[in-house]
């Protein structure tokens, strides 16, 4: 009943102020909380003006800091479940390899062959045990189509799907102009969903360091195979050819990109792979994307064959590859 009469007194000097106050600022969320918080509790020959001070004081003062913390957390909240870029996404439809493994019983690949990613990845959950920790789920699937194999009506020669969970850290410990910016941890699953003959499949623990400087950006990415029992282990001689971790790195040169991943050349003779990516604006939301490939592990089927592609198509623009 107070606060109810109290708001009834304060209504005249509200309204007289309310074209002077809209005409001069708009108030933020915060200050507009401050402002009803010490309404309440506020004398009764309090004027608006005063309470306006106050606001202005508290946030001057700390307050603000308060008010940007639930800025951020709103924020936070508000990119959870929200899809996000995590692999690059491209499709190309232009492509010449030579190696690779059938697919099929009786069926040569041919030489031209298209090639698609999709990657996405969702934070689930931030702040993770009151850290500056978040956990995200993410997905990456890779196919190889034979979209101009007419005789055997354009199959998808291989498709891989790869989910994966992690925690992330965000991180700013500098080193002059270079940069560690991010850890992840994560448990991540690979398969071909494909049946006896040519099922692939393997699960992984991984630790992910991402570093930058300037325009050049690199992830640091080793790997260790979670063990399976034999009669269940369709590839057991998999890090024979993959290794046990994972080189990327990136250049940007105005609009220009260009990326490099390596793998296993450190670990094994002549059973690595390295992978060169290039592209340039099309649109705003496309690249061209020019794509070299050679060596073991483009794709699962493939992981012991030596493979060599060149691709051209386009890729969404990430901001990143």
Known sequence: MRVLLLCLALLPALAAAAGELSSERVYSRAEQDCLLERLR????????????????????????????RDYQQRERDSE?????????????????????????????????????????????????????????????????????????????????????LFLEMPLDWRWGDARFIAWRFGAQHESNGRGPGYSRSWNRLYSEFLFEHGNAWLSVRPWWRLPEDGEDDDNPDITTYLGHGELRGGYRWQDHRLTLMTRNYWESDGKGAVQLDYSYPLTRYFRWHVQLFNGHGESLLDYDENVSRFSIGVMLEDGIH
């Not at 509790?41 to 940007?68: F, K, R």
């Open 80 to 164: 959870r479940f929200l899809i996000q870029p995590h692999q690059a996404t491209y499709i190309l439809p232009v492509g010449i390899q030579r190696g690779g493994s059938p697919g099929f019983d009786d069926q040569s690949p041919k030489d031209q062959e298209a090639k698609y990613q999709i990657s996405f990845k969702s934070k689930l959950e931030d702040d993770l045990l009151g850290r500056d920790i978040d956990i995200y789920f993410a997905y990456t699937q890779t196919s190889f189509w034979q979209v101009y194999d007419n005789d055997y009506s354009n199959p998808f020669r291989e498709n891989d799907y790869s989910p994966e």
């Open 41 to 68: 509790s506020a004398a009764p020959e309090t004027t608006v003006a005063q309470l306006q001070a106050q606001c202005q004081s508290a946030s001057a003062s700390g307050s603000a800091a308060e008010a940007m």
